[in-house]
């Protein structure tokens, strides 16, 4: 794939490392990317020295600052945002790389396979796992209801995918959010709308391949 050196490098950032599939997924995104003039740099790429390490802290932080310098070195990103560990948030981790993107300025687009508003994902999540339904509030002084769930936390975000810091840093930054039913259709779009970000959507239409 020498090709892509030649591309703006882009961090595939997501849950996506934790998954029994993690590789072979990187090696289609990255595929991906390829078609449409970026250089997709998975969290993996760099880190050989890692699976040498014991599990421990020192390991975890190292990784860490491995993941850091990665997105250092990368001009734009694409995250997964999809809910992690059967709740309604995504990937916590995640959350954080895409402040960290958005605080130098980088562009990002984020795909997910869920299309639920966040409120829908909340809800499930807490009648599923919890066997408790959301409740609705209404102030008496006639303001919008709020709903809260079992712990009394209002269900906030309404009308977005995930936490509104986390779409709203990705929009921010020009983005915009794909859905699909399945993770490879999504992130092809999601890597398509970065791609018209940097080269002009126009470019993008004209010149993909693959």
Not at 70 to 80: G, K, N, Q, S
Not at 173 to 195: E, T, W
Request: glycine share 10%; charged share 25%; hydrophobic share 40%.
């Amino acid at each position: 794939m020498t090709e892509s050196a030649a591309y703006p490098k882009v961090y595939l950032g997501g849950d996506l490392v934790f998954r029994k599939d993690a590789q072979q997924l990187f090696r289609a995104f990255k595929e991906a990317c390829l078609a449409v003039r970026l250089h997709g740099i998975s969290p993996f790429d760099g880190q050989d020295e890692v699976e040498a390490l014991p599990p421990g802290k020192e390991t975890s932080l190292l990784i860490a600052r491995l993941d850091r310098g990665l997105m250092d070195e990368c001009a734009a990103a694409l995250f997964c945002i999809d809910p992690f560990r059967r709740a309604a948030d995504m990937d916590p981790g995640t959350a954080v790389e895409i402040g960290y993107m958005a605080a130098q300025n980088k562009p990002m687009a984020g795909y997910t396979v869920d299309g639920r508003t966040y409120h829908e994902k909340v809800q499930s999540y807490f009648e599923q796992a919890w066997h408790t339904p959301l409740t609705e509030e209404k102030p008496p002084n006639g303001s919008r209801v709020r709903w809260l769930d079992a712990d009394a936390m209002i269900v906030h975000s309404e009308g977005l995918l995930q936490n509104a810091m986390v779409e709203g840093f990705i929009r921010q930054a020009g983005g915009d959010i794909a859905v699909a039913d399945d993770i490879l259709s999504a992130f092809r779009a999601a890597a398509k709308d970065l791609a018209g970000l940097i080269y002009g959507k126009t470019a993008v239409e004209g010149s993909s391949h693959g």
